[in-house]
């Protein structure tokens, strides 16, 4: 007889994971739990809320879950769903407050395999969850003299592999709290960590928080699970992954970051026979080879990564250039404005209703040509009136009700008998009269005066010089007796050059 082969069929063995509340492998729902601290809790911490149908929810692989919290006279109702069987539960009691470390719930032995377990908050009380422990079955691969052991890496050793190279960052403040004071962190999206070992099960720790990122675990032969880090208060040494299963032989487990925020490695503990190797020696040439496991390899040295601009960056750039060259180019057109303002400035602003000068000779551009007025006769001579007073131009016209109303204005020139000086308006126009209209006009304007009907000394007076004769209160009691012409006709009496006044700044015209 030959003799038969004998061997050693792996022997199942069971190891307790423990959860705690702070774990990424815990999801909660419903948005109204709130992370507290307290001595007392499991890892210093404790979730809780006060929203009916507020959830949290596990997906394991064991064979029992025990849920830990707390029990007082205002805790809630709430209902377990295990592989969706209801279980109706109540965290009240009557002898005050119980500890954190208090069983309220108990699955009892179950199946080997995978299992969903549901909490829910029946009631608008308050329900705490501390921690969640369940039982899983390790295969113990030695021979019967061997022990199921557990081997703590840290995030230094050579089992991990950190992508980007040189983009993880080893001086993080937060490292007196990590275990062995050591820690990798990066705040990037796509950075990935591998962790190569040989063991049946793995435990992955790290850090969660605020602002920490969302990321996603793959394994060989598995489902890609996503997690979240992102947590109310800040907690070092947490769960982030727990994977069972695995066999004999090396294997890796990826950690991927699948947005940008903090995200930290501390350590990982593998759990394995004695007689297999140990992750601590594990070195670059014990890695997996394609032709042992099939795994693609993992370099030890990557080469850096180019470092390329993206199109938000370069669009940044852009903008930024085009708003320096439009602010140089308003700097320049302001100064450049100023400069001119100030040129003007300097040459003088003149009025031109000064009392001194004619007002056509008051322009700050060169002199234009006077128009040449031609005379347009007309039926009645005294029926003319001058257009209304335009007092935006210096070419005005007025009446000599306009000029009685501006009788009482301040004086320009102090000691001259005007109160202003105003061109009045014609029959040949406005506009200041040239040197051909006066000596072409003399003949026509004796004869008019000589056919003009006799009128009084006042009369004459008002029409030729109204401003001084309201001045005189003349306005108030002049009466032409001859003619019967009130102070509102003479006010309504448009004012012509054929009457000259003995003041009339034209008469000094050559």
Known sequence: MSAQPTGHSPRAQS??????????????????????????AYGASYTMTTWQNDSVQL???????????????????????????????????TSGFQSFSTTIYDSGVLVPGQHTLEIINDSWDTLDIDSITYSCSIKHHGDETSELSTTTVDDTSSAFTYLPHGAWDVSSPNLPSFKYATGHSINLANASVNFTFSGDAVSIYGTTGPNHARYSVLRENRPTLSYSATKDLYSAQVLLYFGSGFGEGNHTVTLVTDEPGMFEMDYATVHSSSSLLSPLQVSSSSLPQPSQTGMPIIPTNPPPPQQKLDASAVAVIVVAAALFVLLVAAVFFLLRRNKNLWVILERGVHSPFDASVAPWRMSLGPRRAAKRATYVPVDDDESFESPPVRRDTVNSTATASTLVADAGSTPRNPGRPFFKQLQLATRWGSGPPSMTQTSSSTATMRQQLQNAPARSASTRRLLQDPSSASRDDLLGSSVDSHHGLGADDVLRHPIRRHEPSSHDWHAALP
């Open 59 to 93: 997906t394991f692989e064991g064979t029992k879950v025990l849920v830990n919290g707390s029990r007082s006279t205002f805790g809630s109702n709430f209902t377990v769903n295990l592989d969706g069987k209801p279980d109706l539960l109540s965290a009240q009691t």
């Open 15 to 40: 190891y307790d994971v423990v959860i705690d509340d702070t774990s990424p492998l815990l999801t909660y729902n419903g948005g109204h739990w709130s992370q507290n601290q307290s001595s007392d």
